[in-house]
């Protein structure tokens, strides 16, 4: 059996400083006692790392890419289509895997016995969808446009509206949970989640845009949203490869 | 082509809306030959337990291989999952039931000891937390990344046998902080 040094196990480059937030973030106020005080200590890449969990078929149910189709009834809302591409930052599309979203009704409540604010459930909408990347890496969800909430973190504090995204790559190393926002949110300048990553670019690389061309006359909106993972070191190898 | 990454967010406190699958815990079926659960609880700076986080495993199978085609020792016999995720209770505990992973060798082909790779995702976290499993009645000897961890910290990386099992905490914050990783 072939040992790992006989052929270079592939590595993944770091996102360039500010793409991710600190987790000593003190405008987040749940921070405070969750961050890591020690420093991190390097972990190299080898098998367990630059491998991770290949998810797709068997997790998916009949209506889990269409929000507004889980119960009998529709749920109350702006029903919107959000469509994007799983990519690693080389631009490779992320194939048959899994993305997962959950997300607030469309007054801005979750369904969780957490959430407990004064705005009502909606008995047809979980606010929870599963779908995978085709070929291509695109996934495609319906929806309802979540609505904005407040949170106690700061005085008359409001998150944005947002839908949380989880994506796995295929390593460990891109793991990746983030939240999709829409354009020209008038709640961004005083969300410390939003503004807790430190590079304005990277910041508006979370705002979906408005896709026109993907709107359904009389039925929908549409958004636009790529996601983007940890791409890798060129290696010496790769480029011979690509030459071929 | 070079494209410019998506930023992390926190999973926030209702993470268990989207994340938790019913089979998440079991990276093998209850009743399978020689599997063990790993229990732990996730706990903050002030020493109390984390009820919305979530925990994640990534590991070899019992022989050390993976099924993933950047695997270059090949496809393993049996597939294995090789995942395994669980949300914190309310008293801020998870539980895994898996195998032991076996061993992997590291770049230079020298044999790691055993370890399962883990994510650590809470609210308060804007980003996910890395750190790894080690067992503490398993051969440590001679683990490169073991070694390269302060030693009055190595203790926080191994699991404790406990019952059918191993118990393995973590720690965000203070007291017996977790060593965590840049990957
Ligand atoms: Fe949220």
């Known amino acids: 059996m072939a040992t790992p040094t006989d052929r270079r196990l592939p590595q993944y480059r770091p996102d360039p400083d500010g793409t991710h937030p600190p987790l000593d973030y003190a405008p987040y106020r749940s921070t405070a006692l969750r961050h890591p005080t020690q420093p991190l200590v390097l972990l190299p890449q080898m098998l367990t790392e630059v491998t991770g969990p290949l998810l797709g078929p068997g997790r998916l149910g009949e209506f889990d890419n269409d929000l507004t189709r889980q119960h009998a009834g529709e749920p109350q809302g702006q029903r919107i289509i959000v469509t994007g591409r799983l990519l690693d930052g080389d631009g490779r599309p992320i194939r048959n895997s899994l993305v997962e979203i959950w997300q607030a009704n469309a007054g801005g409540r979750y369904r969780h016995t957490g959430d407990r604010w004064p705005s009502p459930l909606d008995p047809n909408f979980d606010g929870l969808g599963r779908t995978l990347t085709d070929d291509d890496g695109r996934y495609e969800f319906t929806t309802i446009k979540p609505g904005a909430y407040p949170w106690k973190n700061h005085d008359n504090a409001w998150r944005p509206a947002h839908i949380h995204f989880s994506v796995f790559g295929t390593a460990f190393t891109q793991r990746l949970v983030t939240q999709m926002y829409f354009p020209d949110d008038p709640l961004f300048s005083q969300d410390p989640i939003f503004n807790s990553i430190p590079d304005e670019k990277a910041r508006q690389r979370m705002i979906s845009r408005f896709d026109l061309d993907r709107t359904e006359e009389e039925w929908a909106l549409a958004f636009q949203f790529d996601i983007v993972v940890r791409g890798r070191e060129q290696s010496v190898f790769e480029d011979e490869e690509e030459d071929e | ?183």
Request: proline share 9%.
């Open chain 2, 1 to 183: 082509m070079r494209l410019e990454g998506t930023p992390s967010q926190t999973v926030g406190p209702y993470l268990s809306i989207g994340l938790p699958w019913d089979d998440g815990p079991f990276v093998v079926p209850e009743g399978t030959e020689g599997a063990v659960w790993i229990r732990g609880g996730v706990y903050d700076g002030a020493g109390n337990p984390v009820p919305d986080a979530m925990i994640e495993t990534w590991q070899a199978d019992p022989d050390g291989g993976f099924d993933h085609p950047d695997d270059p020792r090949g496809k393993p016999a049996d597939p294995f999952r090789g995942f395994g995720r669980c949300p914190t209770d309310d008293q801020g505990q998870y539980r895994i039931l898996t195998l032991l992973p076996g061993v992997v060798p590291d770049a230079s082909g020298a044999p790691q000891a055993r370890h399962i790779d883990v994510s650590v995702f809470a609210r308060g976290l804007l980003n996910r937390v890395v750190t790894r499993i080690y067992f503490e009645d398993q051969d440590n000897a001679g683990d490169a990344v073991l070694a390269s961890v302060p030693v009055e910290r190595r203790d926080t990386l191994l699991a404790k046998k406990d019952g059918d099992g191993y118990r393995f905490d973590v720690r965000l914050q203070g007291e017996g902080e977790t060593v965590f990783f840049a990957v």
